[in-house]
């Protein structure tokens, strides 16, 4: 590591596939379960202090030094077993002290590729630490995160803002989202404003799609606490569905972080649910140029969104006792179209696995919502068709949802 730029740029990713080799080979003794040791374990820290060390070298910007050095840095970490713990809480810390450097040096810099190469280092030490925080233990996780936290916030308020920057920089919080859950909520306040700016900046939609990712984040985490939030980011979202500057691709996130909002403040979504069904009932009735492959699958991203939105919105407001909520009628007058909806899916033959999941999983709520009801809607040859082909998927989460929506039809036709 110490050699010329281009041999210890190739080293890094020689690290890079090592680490995630030994990881591979290690035995967990459970599939999902973190090894408790591996065989990089007892080289594992000067590994690390090298790779840091590679990170501050003044010709880092040769032959790509600098990001190999990070990514090998991520990679190590990200790969790392239970008895190396304690060096990635150590390499925390330096990844914060280092973050905390480049951010007073922000006023210095004069030239234009200074600032680029400022920004590089910004968007490199962010996804580091995304990669530590992923590491780190809910229990240690509130002791450095007010450090993490006021450093993030920096990098929001700081001017000459890269979009890059910022992307990155709401993909680190919501990596500290989900490992802080509701304790999260101490930073709202101060965050507000910067999560207002991404969710307002169309012209980088890179930005606006991280701000809208991470209101999902923040719904799942903060559960009813995102109520207080709910209006301003409402209406914000609701603007940027119709504002045409706004990249396409946001859209279909949008269409589904509905489903997280209702999901999190349950019945309180009532107020937000006639405008937010109108606006899927016109999204839900797009269509598209046939030959263009690229419009099909935005298609179906958009689809999925809506489907997404419906089921987010059943189950807030159905609630998870045993019997539903009497708030899920309002949905009543809706779920017509709602299945004519899932029809025409069904019958499209260029849909996707995951729209066949979503229409399966809703289909599924809907009957657990109004029962017997439901039993005319889905007795039809589409809708039959589509949990036939979703329990024959080779994607496991169609077949499951698609098995337990079959379920809940017979149970639905044993009572009648």
């Not at 202090?49 to 190999?68: C, F, M, V, W, Y």
């Not at 920089?169 to 490992?179: H, P």
């Not at 799942?220 to 209406?235: N, S, T, Y």
């Amino acid at each position: 590591l110490a050699a010329e730029p281009r041999v210890a740029s190739n080293i890094c990713w020689a690290f890079s596939s090592l680490a995630e080799a030994a990881y591979d080979s290690a035995d967990t003794g459970d599939d999902n379960a973190e090894p408790a040791t591996y065989c990089l374990s007892t080289y594992f820290e000067p590994i690390i202090e090298k790779l840091i060390q590679t990170t501050d070298r003044s010709d880092g910007n040769q032959h790509n030094l600098r990001n190999a050095a990070y990514e090998a840095l991520m990679e190590m970490i990200k790969n790392s077993p239970k008895d190396c713990y304690a060096i990635v809480q150590k390499t925390t810390l330096v990844v914060l002290e280092k973050l905390e450097r480049v951010l007073q040096m922000e006023n210095m810099i004069q030239v234009s590729t200074d600032r680029a190469q400022y920004n590089d280092l910004q968007s490199l030490l962010c996804a580091t630490l995304q990669s530590v925080l992923r590491k780190v233990t809910s229990e240690d996780a509130p002791s450095i995160s007010d450090q993490v936290m006021s450093a993030l916030l920096r990098m929001f308020s700081t001017s000459g803002k890269a979009g890059g920057v910022q992307e990155d920089a709401l993909l680190a919080v919501s990596t500290l989202v989900e490992v802080l859950g509701d304790n999260f909520m101490k930073y709202m306040e101060a965050f507000k404003p910067c999560l207002i700016v991404s969710l307002k900046n169309s012209e980088e939609y890179s930005v606006c799609l991280a701000a809208v990712g991470l209101v999902g984040d923040l719904c799942r985490a903060l559960g009813q606490k995102m109520l207080p939030f709910c209006d301003e980011i409402m209406v914000l979202l609701l603007e940027n569905l119709g504002n045409s500057t706004v990249h396409r691709s946001v859209k279909p996130q949008i269409l589904s972080v509905f489903g997280d909002v209702a999901l999190a403040i349950g019945p309180h979504f009532k107020k937000y649910l006639d405008i937010v069904m109108n606006t899927l009932q016109q999204a839900s009735q797009a269509q598209v140029e046939k030959t263009d492959y690229d419009m099909i699958d935005y298609l179906n991203e958009l689809r999925e969104g809506c489907l997404e939105a419906y089921t987010g919105i059943v189950q807030g407001l159905k609630g998870d006792g045993e019997q539903p909520n009497a708030d899920v009628n309002l949905i009543q007058p809706h779920v017509g179209h709602i299945m004519s909806f899932i029809e025409h899916i069904a019958l499209d033959e260029d849909h996707s696995d995951e729209n066949i999941s979503a229409c399966c999983g809703l289909i599924g709520d809907l009957c657990t919502a109004f029962g017997a009801g439901m039993l005319p809607l889905v007795d039809k040859e589409p809708i039959q068709g589509l949990l036939t082909k979703g329990r024959r998927s080779k994607a496991t989460k169609a077949k499951t949802l698609a098995t337990w929506a079959t379920k809940e039809i017979r149970k639905l036709k044993n009572a009648s």
